[in-house]
């Protein structure tokens, strides 16, 4: 249109006019040349433009849809069925030599296990010991104290059976733990794993040492017989040279059959620290032993063995979502959802497996016979492994035993919850939230530009961030247990947990306080760099965090993503007092209250046991809230007292 319009105004020109020919032909060559870059500047404007005016329209749609996409990983059409990766494992192919000798020799450990049980750690394990040494085995007691505020003594026995056809560079573990997960002592668990003891001694055709584990005091007992293994310096009789050991752990069983009953179905717990999970390999061991046993075990995730969604319409979806949630909450602290989840710390590939008590299938309950031949098969298939499990997936989730969701079809949802808060951040920086007006006398006369002209302060705004981050560090160093072990030893632990959890309240309040009396009186603080930055550095924590701990990153982002986004500088009191509160429940404050409120458990035993799992099992979510968490939202709250210049 442009073109033909010069053309027209130079052909009514007369030879001597403004223009010669030679001219005239330039200059249509050179808007000819310029006209694409000029419709690009004009289209990227209207862009910038667009963007400007919707971006919180943008933000909402890309976290609905992430929602969505979050909602669909359980549905039966979208995730895949699982399958061996590892050739070499061949599950259920050996022929199983459990029988009735072996159940009457777990029926007899079971009834002396039963009797001892009760006596204290060392009667216990000294019987172990016994045992172990009477059945051909290099036995030895481990005693071990955690220090803390009111330390934590037990003792743990081991036996290691030396494969006749290996260097012993090689080993598996067959592990029981003195008390079940349901609180009640593992008695068929520690029977079982006796009774196998004994026939592993009689065969010979192991190409693997195996390590057969009894543990006291739960986490804190795995942990400690973990560090003395692999040499660290703990408080036990264990050095580094004098404990017996075999070579590199390849795999790890861990059972957990509590009571002396029989069983209905069975659960497996896969879920390690920070999220850390085995090899999909080993799961999908376990679950193709047991759908091959002879009559069937019913196999699920966890101890959920009813189905409450059974009648309903969608009843196979609701029962994966269940799974993959509740699989989800167990990852989204970094605790280990068993004492096998300790090891996936140290490159070892660990699952439990758990007896689970009902009443709905009494038809089809089993016991020993079962247990222990799903036990041996499964060790038998680990015994053929040609190297480390590396064949399968680490990174997924499962909402059936039998069904997996792999890293490629859940991280999207991430990266759209990350570029909701990217795109805002942007959009902050560089247009702002004030109209965009052009220093120019023909201002009417041209178009406003796609950015604002203006100098950015981003001192104030990096400095606000600086001292959240400083404040963060500090409430760690005031709430971790070292403090109160150090500093507060002459209180009992209630009064240190509560005098921790106030300090750091007083502490966070203190800092967020004095930064906006001190930001208020610089004329170069921005509120909008201020959430500009805030909201990119939320978008960086949620990618990055996702990637070590999927859940964690989520759950992060479906807190914060929509209330930081409409949090914003206001002078109107209502408005601010409003958002105050707002950011006040998504602390970790407000969170523990809203939680204590809910499950009707105190707070000071919540954060008894977020301390316990920093201290025993090395947690990161301690550090993850008071280090990055917490800092954003005190930088948020700073935000909603600050001006807006930009």
Same mark, same amino acid.
């Given at each position: 249109?442009?073109?033909?319009?010069?053309?027209?105004?130079?052909?009514?020109?007369?030879?001597?006019?403004?223009?010669?020919?030679?001219?005239?032909?330039?200059?249509?060559?050179?808007?000819?040349?310029?006209?694409?870059?000029?419709?690009?500047?004009?289209?990227?404007?209207?862009?910038?433009?667009?963007?400007?005016?919707?971006?919180?329209?943008?933000?909402?749609?890309?976290?609905?849809?992430?929602?969505?996409?979050?909602?669909?990983?359980?549905?039966?059409?979208?995730?895949?069925?699982?399958?061996?990766?590892?050739?070499?494992?061949?599950?259920?192919?050996?022929?199983?030599?459990?029988?009735?000798?072996?159940?009457?020799?777990?029926?007899?450990?079971?009834?002396?296990?039963?009797?001892?049980?009760?006596?204290?750690?060392?009667e216990r394990a000294q019987f172990i010991h016994d045992e172990f040494r009477i059945?051909?085995?290099?036995?030895?007691?481990?005693?071990?104290?955690?220090?803390?505020?009111?330390?934590?003594?037990?003792?743990?026995?081991?036996?290691?059976?030396?494969?006749?056809?290996?260097?012993?560079?090689?080993?598996?573990?067959?592990?029981?733990?003195?008390?079940?997960?349901?609180?009640?002592?593992?008695?068929?668990?520690?029977?079982?794993?006796?009774?196998?003891?004994?026939?592993?001694?009689?065969?010979?055709?192991?190409?693997?040492?195996?390590?057969?584990?009894?543990?006291?005091?739960?986490?804190?007992?795995?942990?400690?017989?973990?560090?003395?293994?692999?040499?660290?310096?703990?408080?036990?009789?264990?050095?580094?040279?004098?404990?017996?050991r075999s070579g590199v752990i390849q795999g790890v069983i861990n059972l957990d059959?509590?009571?002396?009953?029989?069983?209905?179905?069975?659960?497996?717990?896969?879920?390690?620290?920070?999220?850390?999970?085995?090899?999909?390999?080993?799961?999908?061991?376990?679950?193709?032993?047991?759908?091959?046993?002879?009559?069937?075990?019913?196999?699920?995730?966890?101890?959920?063995?009813?189905?409450?969604?059974?009648?309903?319409?969608?009843?196979?979806?609701?029962?994966?979502?269940?799974?993959?949630?509740?699989?989800?909450?167990?990852?989204?602290?970094?605790?280990?959802?068993?004492?096998?989840?300790?090891?996936?710390?140290?490159?070892?590939?660990?699952?439990?497996?758990?007896?689970?008590?009902?009443?709905?299938?009494?038809?089809?309950?089993?016991?020993?016979?079962?247990?222990?031949?799903?036990?041996?098969?499964?060790?038998?298939?680990?015994?053929?492994?040609?190297?480390?499990?590396?064949?399968?997936?680490?990174?997924?989730?499962?909402?059936?035993?039998?069904?997996?969701?792999?890293?490629?079809?859940?991280?999207?949802?991430?990266?759209?919850?990350?570029?909701?808060?990217?795109?805002?951040?942007?959009?902050?920086?560089?247009?702002?939230?004030?109209?965009?007006?052009?220093?120019?006398?023909?201002?009417?006369?041209?178009?406003?530009?796609?950015?604002?002209?203006?100098?950015?302060?981003?001192?104030?705004?990096?400095? &606000?961030?600086?001292?959240?981050?400083?404040?963060?560090?500090?409430?760690?160093?005031?709430?971790?247990?070292?403090?109160?072990?150090?500093?507060?030893?002459?209180?009992?632990?209630?009064?240190?947990?509560?005098?921790?959890?106030?300090?750091?309240?007083?502490?966070?309040?203190?800092?967020?306080?004095?930064?906006?009396?001190?930001?208020?009186?610089?004329?170069?603080?921005?509120?909008?760099?201020?959430?500009?930055?805030?909201?990119?550095?939320?978008?960086?924590?949620?990618?990055?965090?996702?990637?070590?701990?999927?859940?964690?990153?989520?759950?992060?982002?479906?807190?914060?993503?929509?209330?930081?986004?409409?949090?914003?500088?206001?002078?109107?009191?209502?408005?601010r007092t409003s958002q105050c509160l707002v950011l006040v429940a998504l602390s970790?404050?407000?969170?523990?209250?809203?939680?204590?409120?809910?499950?009707?458990?105190?707070?000071?035993?919540?954060?008894?046991?977020?301390?316990?799992?920093?201290?025993?099992?090395?947690?990161?979510?301690?550090?993850?809230?008071?280090?990055?968490?917490?800092?954003?939202?005190?930088?948020?709250?700073?935000? &909603?007292?600050?001006?807006?210049?930009?």
């Amino acid at each position: 249109m442009l073109i033909n319009k010069l053309k027209e105004r130079l052909a009514k020109k007369k030879g001597g006019g403004y223009f010669s020919p030679e001219k005239r032909l330039k200059l249509c060559s050179f808007v000819q040349r310029f006209m694409p870059v000029l419709r690009y500047s004009i289209s990227y404007l209207k862009m910038y433009l667009s963007l400007n005016k919707n971006i919180h329209f943008i933000s909402c749609l890309l976290f609905i849809i992430g929602i969505g996409w979050l909602l669909l990983l359980p549905y039966e059409h979208y995730n895949k069925r699982t399958y061996i990766s590892e050739n070499a494992l061949l599950p259920g192919q050996a022929n199983l030599e459990y029988g009735y000798n072996d159940i009457r020799a777990a029926e007899e450990y079971r009834l002396k296990i039963f009797n001892i049980q009760n006596k204290d750690s060392e009667e216990r394990a000294q019987f172990i010991h016994d045992e172990f040494r009477i059945t051909g085995f290099n036995s030895a007691i481990q005693r071990f104290t955690v220090e803390g505020r009111e330390p934590i003594k037990g003792v743990n026995v081991f036996a290691i059976h030396r494969a006749p056809r290996s260097d012993g560079k090689e080993a598996l573990i067959l592990s029981a733990p003195w008390t079940s997960k349901t609180g009640e002592y593992n008695t068929n668990g520690i029977a079982v794993l006796l009774s196998l003891a004994k026939l592993f001694k009689r065969n010979v055709y192991w190409s693997k040492d195996i390590v057969l584990l009894i543990t006291d005091q739960g986490l804190a007992g795995t942990q400690a017989w973990i560090d003395a293994y692999r040499g660290i310096n703990r408080n036990d009789e264990f050095s580094s040279v004098v404990m017996p050991r075999s070579g590199v752990i390849q795999g790890v069983i861990n059972l957990d059959f509590p009571g002396t009953q029989d069983y209905e179905s069975l659960g497996i717990y896969f879920e390690g620290v920070n999220g850390q999970l085995p090899n999909l390999d080993l799961i999908n061991t376990i679950v193709t032993v047991i759908q091959r046993t002879n009559p069937q075990v019913i196999v699920t995730l966890h101890d959920d063995s009813s189905n409450p969604f059974r009648h309903h319409l969608y009843g196979r979806y609701l029962q994966s979502l269940y799974h993959m949630l509740k699989s989800m909450s167990y990852l989204v602290l970094g605790r280990p959802s068993s004492e096998a989840g300790l090891y996936l710390r140290y490159t070892i590939d660990a699952v439990t497996i758990h007896g689970i008590v009902g009443t709905e299938y009494l038809n089809n309950l089993y016991g020993f016979l079962r247990i222990g031949r799903v036990v041996e098969s499964t060790f038998r298939s680990l015994n053929n492994l040609l190297e480390h499990f590396h064949q399968s997936f680490f990174f997924y989730l499962l909402p059936q035993p039998n069904r997996y969701v792999s890293i490629s079809q859940y991280m999207p949802p991430v990266i759209l919850f990350a570029c909701a808060l990217i795109f805002q951040s942007l959009v902050l920086y560089y247009i702002g939230t004030q109209p965009l007006v052009l220093e120019s006398p023909e201002k009417n006369k041209l178009q406003p530009p796609a950015y604002s002209l203006k100098k950015r302060h981003t001192t104030s705004a990096f400095s &606000v961030l600086i001292i959240t981050h400083f404040t963060g560090l500090c409430i760690f160093s005031l709430i971790r247990p070292s403090f109160g072990v150090t500093y507060l030893s002459n209180l009992n632990e209630k009064e240190i947990l509560l005098i921790q959890l106030g300090s750091s309240i007083t502490l966070s309040t203190l800092s967020t306080v004095g930064t906006i009396l001190w930001m208020n009186k610089s004329p170069e603080h921005d509120g909008t760099i201020l959430k500009s930055f805030s909201l990119a550095h939320s978008a960086l924590v949620i990618a990055t965090v996702s990637l070590l701990n999927f859940t964690l990153g989520v759950a992060t982002a479906i807190l914060i993503l929509m209330p930081y986004s409409l949090i914003r500088p206001s002078k109107s009191m209502i408005w601010r007092t409003s958002q105050c509160l707002v950011l006040v429940a998504l602390s970790p404050f407000g969170l523990m209250y809203i939680y204590s409120r809910i499950a009707d458990f105190p707070m000071t035993d919540i954060l008894s046991g977020l301390l316990s799992d920093y201290h025993i099992v090395h947690s990161w979510f301690l550090i993850y809230v008071c280090i990055i968490y917490w800092p954003i939202n005190m930088a948020m709250t700073i935000l &909603v007292f600050s001006p807006s210049v930009s």
